[in-house]
């Protein structure tokens, strides 16, 4: 389970007070304790006058039975009569009767009984026991008394002999008069009389004589009844109840008042005890105890105000501890914060203000000025501010500050680079420059940190700040230096990203200037290009027809048209249409090329053979190969799919390869060509030669328009096209091409071609 909290601890809670419960307990005992006594001493004087009562009875009733024998014997009712009164004149006694042998009543006074609600005995109604008593005392003589008890309104409850009855008391109780009816024989004993003359002083030894003269020989001559009511001591036992009830409640009364008196001593220490706890509790630790008691009330409270004193001695170092800790989480916040805008800050301005705003909000600098230092001139400007009034800050930033060597406190902040902890300004007004002093004292500036900002070795301003109106410590200008070196390789930083900037833009127009020199000579380009594209048709157009004519007139002379030739002249001859037929194919490349470069290339795919169109081309060039002393073969190849393409375009491809291979192969070389299927959708061809191969640093380039290798037989040089176009045909398949070489051993020309029913082409 969790603990209570402060909170669930002040909710007040229902409670009886500890007063009440006091009070209530210790009324509880002083009533347990007085009705215990009260009942016990009731119980006593019950006793004790029962006793008294009984005793008084048997008293008169052995007097009369000694007294009046002889009255009796004698009938003398005079004297009976006598006896009588004097008998009733005791108080508790209400009636005597006295009866002769024969049970017939010879005196018979009665007090009467009580009347109702009042005390008074009325006469008129005599109050007698109930004869039945005589009559059967008459029939069974008796010389013990006996006693029986009758309520005064009733029958007889029960009668007994002299032994104390256990109910003396109940008359008290139930508050109705009891009647105690004592009846003897009177008879003459026929030993002696002597027997009854203690009767009177000796009660115990009367019993005991009465018992002992219990004889059959005595005569009886009457009975003697005497009647005492209890009612005096009802009366007497209620005023005593009533005087215990009303010193008990005395009793408990001063109980009461005492125990309040005593809880409040307790209870009230207590109370204000528990009232400055909860202030306590509440955070209120200037609240104290006063002792009113010297007991453990009293050192409770001692001890209390020791506590709170503790804990409020506690309480400030914590404070204190937390401040400090607070101020020092804020310093470095700041100078986290201040390198996150010194990060995200590339404008100076901007920059410098930021820092110095947040300097005065963080840290709790109440004033901050920041002057950059220009060595050129010799002067401090530019002033950044926080802190300061709108008004007096825009004078400050208006102000220049000329730096000489003067001993003042700028030149040795900006020459000398010192860090300056001022407690008192009064002990450096005169080292400060009179333009600013007065705006320090107009801010109620009394003491200030200076710091200089340095960025490598040079000094680029300084940082001043005060705490006003506390006095600055050696810990507030250990944080102005560690922001000032911060500030300064920022300042650096932002100037070079200015000068980075202005560079940037100065490049920036330069690269324009410069895209556009070249898009014009670009366009110029292009422009010569075309001409070029349409001077090269022109030309080959207008040199193709010559040539036809040149070659035809050639070969009519060799067929001998013209007569016959000798055979200096056949060999001119054959010379002329060799390089007739060398210059149309130059021509005719240079034709392809330029219809490929104006997009003008004629393309109309149909499925072809390869083996077929190989077979083809090899017939064409088996003449040349021959007349080179070369072996030109097919290499044999099985189920190789059509390929899609144009005709006269792959025709022209192959046969660009195979008279490369032709070419740049010395005799009894071989040329071979195989075709092999790859990955279904392609068929691949290779043309290789035994040929002088190609260096690895021209692979790249032959390619290339009118590229010829510088290392080749001369003989064997063309235009430096027929690669170019045979790739931009490949590519018109969309097929590729490749080659390896091995110089002085032969290269391998790969082409591929898109196998018919693939979408190639
Ligand atoms: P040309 O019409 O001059 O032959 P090409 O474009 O056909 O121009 O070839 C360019 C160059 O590639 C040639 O000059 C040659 O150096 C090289 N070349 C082409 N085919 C072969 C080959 N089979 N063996 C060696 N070199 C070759």
């Given at each position: 389970?969790?603990?209570?909290?402060?909170?669930?601890?002040?909710?007040?809670?229902?409670?009886?007070?500890?007063?009440?419960?006091?009070?209530?307990?210790?009324?509880?005992?002083?009533?347990?304790?007085?009705s215990g006594l009260s009942w016990y001493v009731v119980n006593q004087q019950a006793q004790f006058m029962a006793e008294s009562l009984r005793s008084t009875g048997?008293?008169?009733?052995?007097?009369?039975?000694?007294?009046?024998?002889?009255?009796?014997?004698?009938?003398?009712?005079?004297?009976?009569?006598?006896?009588?009164?004097?008998?009733?004149?005791?108080?508790e006694?209400?009636?005597?009767?006295?009866?002769?042998?024969?049970?017939?009543?010879?005196?018979?006074?009665?007090?009467?009984?009580?009347?109702?609600?009042?005390?008074?005995?009325?006469?008129?109604?005599?109050?007698?026991?109930?004869?039945?008593?005589?009559?059967?005392?008459?029939?069974?003589?008796?010389?013990?008394?006996?006693i029986t008890a009758f309520k005064s309104?009733?029958?007889?409850t029960s009668?007994f002999?002299?032994s104390s009855p256990p109910w003396w008391n109940v008359g008290f109780i139930d508050q109705t008069e009891l009647l105690y009816?004592?009846?003897?024989?009177?008879?003459?004993?026929?030993?002696?009389?002597?027997?009854?003359?203690?009767?009177?002083?000796?009660?115990?030894?009367?019993?005991?004589?009465?018992?002992?003269?219990?004889?059959?020989?005595?005569?009886?001559?009457?009975?003697?009844?005497?009647?005492v009511s209890n009612e005096t001591m009802i009366q007497q036992l209620n005023d005593i109840v009533w005087n215990i009830v009303?010193?008990?409640?005395?009793?408990?009364?001063?109980?009461?008042?005492?125990?309040?008196?005593?809880?409040?001593?307790?209870?009230?220490?207590?109370?204000?005890?528990?009232?400055?706890?909860?202030?306590?509790?509440?955070?209120?630790?200037?609240?104290?105890?006063?002792?009113?008691?010297?007991?453990?009330?009293?050192?409770?409270?001692?001890?209390?105000?020791?506590?709170?004193?503790?804990?409020?001695?506690?309480?400030?170092?914590?404070?204190?501890?937390?401040?400090?800790?607070?101020?020092?989480?804020?310093?470095?916040?700041?100078?986290?914060?201040?390198?996150?805008?010194?990060?995200?800050?590339?404008?100076?301005?901007?920059?410098?203000?930021?820092?110095?705003?947040?300097?005065?909000?963080?840290?709790?600098?109440?004033?901050?000025?920041?002057?950059?230092?220009?060595?050129?001139?010799?002067?401090?400007?530019?002033?950044?501010?926080?802190?300061?009034?709108?008004?007096?800050?825009?004078?400050?930033?208006?102000?220049?500050?000329?730096?000489?060597?003067?001993?003042?406190?700028?030149?040795?902040?900006?020459?000398?680079?010192?860090?300056?902890?001022?407690?008192?300004?009064?002990?450096?007004?005169?080292?400060?420059?009179?333009?600013?002093?007065?705006?320090?004292?107009?801010?109620?500036?009394?003491?200030?940190?200076?710091?200089?900002?340095?960025?490598?070795?040079?000094?680029?301003?300084?940082?001043?700040?005060?705490?006003?109106?506390?006095?600055?410590?050696?810990?507030?200008?250990?944080?102005?230096?560690?922001?000032?070196?911060?500030?300064?390789?920022?300042?650096?930083?932002?100037?070079?990203?200015?000068?980075?900037?202005?560079?940037?833009?100065?490049?920036?127009?330069?690269?324009?200037?410069?895209?556009?020199?070249?898009?014009?000579?670009?366009?110029?380009?292009?422009?010569?290009?075309?001409?070029?594209?349409?001077?090269?048709?022109?030309?080959?157009?207008?040199?193709?027809?010559?040539?036809?004519?040149?070659?035809?007139?050639?070969?009519?002379?060799?067929?001998?048209?013209?007569?016959?030739?000798?055979?200096?002249?056949?060999?001119?001859?054959?010379?002329?249409?060799?390089?007739?037929?060398?210059?149309?194919?130059?021509?005719?490349?240079?034709?392809?090329?330029?219809?490929?470069?104006?997009?003008?290339?004629?393309?109309?795919?149909?499925?072809?053979?390869?083996?077929?169109?190989?077979?083809?081309?090899?017939?064409?060039?088996?003449?040349?190969?021959?007349?080179?002393?070369?072996?030109?073969?097919?290499?044999?190849?099985?189920?190789?799919?059509?390929?899609?393409?144009?005709?006269?375009?792959?025709?022209?491809?192959?046969?660009?390869?195979?008279?490369?291979?032709?070419?740049?192969?010395?005799?009894?070389?071989?040329?071979?060509?195989?075709?092999?299927?790859?990955?279904?959708?392609?068929?691949?061809?290779?043309?290789?030669?035994?040929?002088?191969?190609?260096?690895?640093?021209?692979?790249?380039?032959?390619?290339?328009?009118?590229?010829?290798?510088?290392?080749?037989?001369?003989?064997?040089?063309?235009?430096?096209?027929?690669?170019?176009?045979?790739?931009?045909?490949?590519?018109?398949?969309?097929?590729?091409?490749?080659?390896?070489?091995?110089?002085?051993?032969?290269?391998?020309?790969?082409?591929?071609?898109?196998?018919?029913?693939?979408?190639?082409?």
């Amino acid at each position: 389970m969790m603990p209570p909290g402060i909170d669930e601890l002040r909710t007040p809670i229902r409670m009886t007070s500890l007063r009440t419960k006091f009070i209530v307990f210790i009324s509880v005992i002083i009533i347990a304790v007085c009705s215990g006594l009260s009942w016990y001493v009731v119980n006593q004087q019950a006793q004790f006058m029962a006793e008294s009562l009984r005793s008084t009875g048997l008293r008169t009733i052995k007097n009369l039975a000694y007294n009046t024998r002889f009255p009796l014997i004698a009938k003398d009712t005079l004297s009976l009569e006598r006896l009588s009164d004097g008998a009733m004149n005791a108080e508790e006694v209400v009636y005597v009767i006295m009866t002769d042998s024969k049970g017939t009543p010879l005196v018979s006074k009665s007090k009467g009984a009580l009347g109702t609600g009042s005390q008074a005995r009325m006469i008129n109604a005599p109050l007698y026991p109930d004869e039945q008593i005589v009559q059967s005392l008459l029939a069974d003589p008796q010389n013990d008394p006996v006693i029986t008890a009758f309520k005064s309104k009733g029958q007889s409850t029960s009668s007994f002999r002299t032994s104390s009855p256990p109910w003396w008391n109940v008359g008290f109780i139930d508050q109705t008069e009891l009647l105690y009816d004592f009846a003897v024989t009177v008879d003459r004993r026929a030993a002696s009389d002597s027997l009854l003359g203690p009767l009177a002083l000796e009660e115990q030894e009367d019993v005991g004589g009465l018992e002992r003269s219990a004889q059959p020989q005595s005569t009886i001559h009457g009975v003697v009844q005497v009647g005492v009511s209890n009612e005096t001591m009802i009366q007497q036992l209620n005023d005593i109840v009533w005087n215990i009830v009303l010193i008990t409640f005395l009793i408990i009364a001063l109980g009461i008042v005492a125990t309040t008196l005593l809880a409040n001593r307790i209870i009230n220490p207590l109370r204000s005890l528990a009232d400055v706890a909860k202030k306590v509790s509440a955070g209120d630790f200037s609240v104290s105890l006063e002792p009113t008691t010297r007991d453990e009330v009293g050192q409770l409270s001692i001890t209390f105000n020791t506590m709170t004193k503790a804990i409020r001695d506690r309480e400030q170092a914590i404070s204190a501890q937390v401040a400090t800790i607070t101020k020092h989480a804020n310093k470095l916040t700041t100078l986290n914060q201040t390198g996150s805008a010194i990060a995200s800050h590339l404008d100076l301005n901007a920059l410098l203000s930021t820092v110095l705003h947040l300097l005065v909000e963080k840290v709790g600098f109440t004033h901050m000025l920041l002057m950059l230092y220009d060595p050129e001139r010799g002067l401090v400007h530019q002033a950044q501010t926080a802190g300061i009034p709108d008004e007096l800050a825009s004078h400050i930033q208006s102000l220049e500050i000329l730096i000489q060597e003067d001993g003042s406190l700028h030149a040795d902040l900006l020459f000398r680079g010192e860090a300056f902890l001022i407690p008192e300004i009064q002990t450096v007004s005169a080292r400060l420059d009179p333009r600013i002093f007065p705006y320090i004292m107009q801010l109620g500036v009394t003491s200030f940190v200076c710091a200089p900002l340095k960025s490598q070795q040079n000094i680029l301003g300084f940082i001043a700040a005060d705490s006003t109106p506390e006095i600055c410590t050696q810990e507030d200008l250990d944080l102005l230096i560690t922001i000032a070196n911060t500030v300064g390789v920022a300042i650096d930083n932002a100037k070079a990203y200015q000068q980075l900037e202005q560079l940037n833009i100065t490049l920036e127009e330069r690269v324009d200037e410069r895209t556009q020199k070249l898009t014009e000579a670009n366009e110029k380009l292009r422009e010569l290009d075309q001409l070029k594209s349409a001077f090269v048709s022109i030309v080959s157009h207008e040199l193709r027809t010559p040539m036809t004519s040149v070659k035809g007139l050639v070969e009519n002379m060799l067929d001998g048209l013209t007569g016959e030739l000798t055979d200096r002249q056949t060999f001119y001859l054959t010379r002329v249409r060799a390089n007739v037929d060398r210059l149309t194919r130059m021509i005719n490349d240079l034709l392809d090329l330029s219809r490929i470069e104006a997009g003008r290339m004629d393309f109309t795919p149909v499925s072809v053979s390869m083996p077929e169109l190989i077979k083809e081309v090899i017939e064409n060039l088996q003449a040349m190969a021959t007349e080179r002393g070369l072996s030109l073969a097919l290499a044999p190849s099985q189920n190789v799919p059509l390929v899609r393409g144009d005709r006269d375009k792959m025709s022209q491809v192959l046969t660009n390869l195979v008279h490369n291979a032709i070419k740049f192969t010395p005799p009894c070389g071989l040329v071979n060509i195989s075709i092999v299927q790859k990955v279904d959708q392609w068929v691949e061809v290779c043309v290789a030669d035994t040929g002088c191969g190609i260096p690895d640093e021209e692979l790249q380039t032959i390619f290339e328009r009118f590229y010829r290798s510088p290392t080749g037989p001369l003989e064997s040089k063309g235009a430096g096209l027929g690669l170019a176009i045979t790739k931009n045909l490949v590519d018109l398949h969309g097929g590729q091409i490749w080659v390896a070489s091995t110089e002085g051993k032969g290269s391998k020309f790969f082409i591929t071609f898109p196998v018919a029913g693939h979408g190639y082409g």
